[in-house]
């Protein structure tokens, strides 16, 4: 099995951050991965918002409904849809975010932001602009424990082959 497979089968939310802030040559490496994200027609349809400020996450916190890794995470990047973006395309920066987070030794956490508005709002985004999605960012507390292989449906319950 090679690196990047093994990464992808292995990879998990981890939400026990330690204090200390990530290290600018982690944080450029993290943001380049995200930019180089394939996208819809190669339009990178998006822009990220680095927050590293307490009072700033606390604002954020108010834009989800689980939002506690935000608050506990020394760095959050939110994912802002320019106007003609999409969520699918989110959904992709958010995972290779996390995996080129965890192939840095950085420990990573989805977080979604039930309402954009307030999100909007606390980023300060402009018309047509929306963040539903963020990624919790740190080294990882070492009193998290151990990662768990999370159990996940066979194949045969989730494969259907020509119709449903």
């Not at 993290?30 to 994200?37: F, G």
């Not at 939110?78 to 080129?100: C, H, W, Y």
């Not at 047509?128 to 996940?152: D, H, M, N």
């Amino acid at each position: 099995m090679n690196d990047t497979y093994r990464r992808i089968l292995h990879l998990r939310a981890i939400r026990g951050f330690r204090p200390d802030q990530l290290t600018d040559d982690d944080l450029t490496a993290i943001l380049e991965a995200a930019r180089w994200t394939g996208s819809s027609k190669n339009r990178q349809e998006w822009a990220f918002v680095v927050i590293q400020d307490p009072e700033q996450k606390e604002q954020l916190c108010r834009a989800g409904n689980y939002t506690r890794p935000v608050h506990d995470a020394p760095t959050v990047i939110a994912i802002v849809e320019e106007p003609e973006g999409n969520e699918f395309d989110s959904g992709r920066l958010a995972q290779n975010i996390m995996l080129a987070a965890d192939a840095i030794g950085v420990a990573s956490c989805p977080v979604t932001l039930h309402h954009s508005e307030v999100a909007a709002e606390v980023l300060g985004l402009g018309e047509g602009r929306r963040c539903r999605y963020a990624v919790a960012l740190g080294y990882r507390e070492p009193t998290a424990g151990p990662r768990r292989a999370g159990g996940r449906k066979p194949l045969a319950e989730l494969v259907h082959q020509e119709r449903y």
